[in-house]
């Protein structure tokens, strides 16, 4: 019998995408979505839908929500399509919906910013525009969970961004300019072939912007240098696949790249005034925000599925099999 599962609550699943004049039109909208799948919150709980509701409403407060211990106890034990249960749906994907009323309504927050409740709020009406969850008057704001890493900022989000690709080649930072190299090779290839082209160079050739990491896996090398000119199937290059991911995230790490990385994402954020916004559920059932304009820890990271074959912790190749779903490399970063 398959398993019951309550319903998502993406902002785009709700019908939220667009754009709204004011923070307290977009509350109305968020209130009326609800109301309009009123008969699937009930399904998990009759007081899902109010107990939604109650976060909304009292996004600026610290108010408890009566019976939150019995509705908690439903919520965890009701998966989602996206998440493990419907608890930490509401603070990975509610939270993106709830995020620009908490960013006016709650004074701490919003002391830090120019934020009001007549602030436009613009809400992205699918996935594939990456790189934010939600805006204020403007402001781009991507969403974490309250523990862990964010959004991964894509290659392309970041060479795409004129302003800041200027800046970082008038800037005479070399360390700057490398990763910004990388990030160009790795934006104009596939999600299989961009890692082999930024350490190896195009067709293997040599001369990738990532140069210095060949030469330390001789066996890798042997394969994936091709010799008399003939290029790789790319079969054979996508076996190490995850393995040059990791390779790159351990220089991505290393104490000549890591630090400058930080500044560089940074950089970026200050850019495209772009920040981070958190959403936590607390004991008593009320939804505690957290705001920030600052990085503090970023590295270049895959999601280990670009190809067949996984890698271990020193980004060697090993024959332990890995579902294949080709994602481009990206910075992920802790606030």
Known sequence: MPTFKGPSLKPT???????????????????AAIDSKIREFNMVDPNYAPYLKHLVNNAGSNSPFPGFSSLKKVLQSTPTGDSAD?????????SEVIGPVALV?????????????SSSVGVPNS???????????????????????????????????????????????????EILG?????????AKLGPYVAIYGEGGKGNGVLN??????????????????????????????????????????????NSALIEFTNLYYNTKQLFAFSYKIENNGNGKPKFSNAVKGASIVGKGRAGPFGSNSNG????????????????QMSF
């Open 13 to 31: 699943e709700l019908g939220l995408g667009g754009n709204y004049s004011s923070v307290t039109s977009y509350k109305k909208s968020i209130i």
């Open 86 to 94: 419907s608890l930490k749906e509401i603070e990975k994907y509610f």
């Open 105 to 117: 309504e709650n004074k701490e927050i919003n002391k830090k910013t120019t934020f009001t409740a």
């Open 127 to 177: 996935v594939s525009q990456s790189g934010y969850d939600f805006s204020v008057n403007g402001t781009e704001v991507t969403v974490k969970m309250p523990t862990g890493k964010t959004n991964t900022l894509k290659p392309g989000d970041i060479v795409g961004n004129k302003e800041f690709v200027s800046l970082v080649n008038k800037s005479g930072n070399n360390i700057f300019k």
């Open 182 to 190: 990388l990030m160009k090779v790795l934006s104009t290839n596939s």
């Open 212 to 257: 210095e990491l060949v030469g330390k896996r001789k066996e890798q090398d042997s394969t994936l240098i091709p010799g008399n000119s003939t290029e790789l199937p790319e079969k054979m290059i996508s076996f190490y696949a995850n393995a040059l991911e990791k390779q790159i995230e351990i220089w991505s790490k290393s104490n000549r790249i």
């Open 316 to 331: 060697d190749m090993t024959l332990n099999p890995t579902k294949e779903k080709p994602e481009k490399v990206g910075i």
